[in-house]
């Protein structure tokens, strides 16, 4: 049996608010409430989680399921018994993220790291980008990060997706540091105990996320400045949000004697 959760009930924590007071687009609110990626609500630890695609979000989503007591298998299904900001009208989103008894986080990933996992996982086949993009070809790295400015999708779409000041409040974390943003976040809401750690434990779940040939991959896509600008140019915002670094990826030359 499907479980769900109850909506919290915003308008008694802030009863003198009017969400008209409030300074959020009417594009940021279509964001959060987008049917695949809207924001995790986790009602009974007063939390709000920006997820993203290509970023561990499985782990995540089987996290916020084992702490709810939500036994379903079902994960990348609307029926993965989450609740999310969707679910919320718009008033209550608006208080929800001006509500500073709730705690939002932020996952996010480096778009040079990001990108090219898209591409190789569905940007170099060509069914894939027929299917999600209309071109019925195999495309480059290069040809692939132009297609993307027109053809949106969540695999690759911008992580930044309401004003950039509610970022300042936020707790953000990278892959890199997925098993202390866990124990901080977890700590922060009260989440945080043996058994979410036995969980964690039998999973082996940070060993499999970040066993990965990354750097590798990255030296060989991004061997050139032309690549990694275009990149910098269409994701601008974020690098400076999120602090990503900015530094080139070069590439070694191995000689032997």
Not at 123 to 133: A, D, F, I, K, N
Not at 200 to 208: A, E
């Amino acid at each position: 049996m499907r479980q769900t959760q109850p909506k919290p009930e915003i308008r008694q924590t802030q009863p003198n608010d009017n969400c008209r007071d409030y300074r959020i687009s009417k594009q940021a609110i279509e964001q959060l409430k987008e049917y695949w990626s809207s924001p995790i609500v986790v009602p009974k630890y007063k939390l709000i989680f920006f997820w993203n695609e290509k970023l561990a979000c499985t782990y995540w989503k089987r996290l916020f399921q084992f702490i709810q007591g939500i036994n379903n298998t079902e994960v990348h299904n609307h029926r993965n018994g989450l609740t999310t900001l969707k679910s919320f009208d718009t008033c209550e989103i608006i208080k929800l993220m001006y509500n500073d008894s709730w705690v939002k986080a932020a996952f996010v990933r480096e778009h040079r790291e990001r990108l090219l996992s898209s591409y190789l996982a569905k940007g170099q086949h060509r069914p894939v980008m027929y299917e999600l993009c209309r071109v019925n070809r195999t495309v480059s790295f290069y040809e692939f990060l132009e297609i993307i400015k027109h053809c949106k999708n969540g695999h690759w779409d911008k992580q930044v997706r309401i004003p950039e000041y509610l970022y300042e409040q936020m707790m953000v974390g990278k892959l890199s540091e997925i098993s202390s943003l866990t124990e901080r976040l977890f700590k922060k809401i009260g989440a945080w105990n043996e058994k979410v750690v036995a969980w964690l434990r039998s999973k082996d779940k940070f060993r499999r996320i970040t066993r990965t040939d990354a750097k590798t991959k990255l030296l060989q896509f991004y061997n050139d400045t032309k690549t990694q600008d275009l990149i910098f140019n269409l994701f601008s915002e974020e690098y400076r949000v999120f602090g990503f670094n900015m530094t080139y990826n070069k590439k070694i030359n191995i000689t032997t004697t």
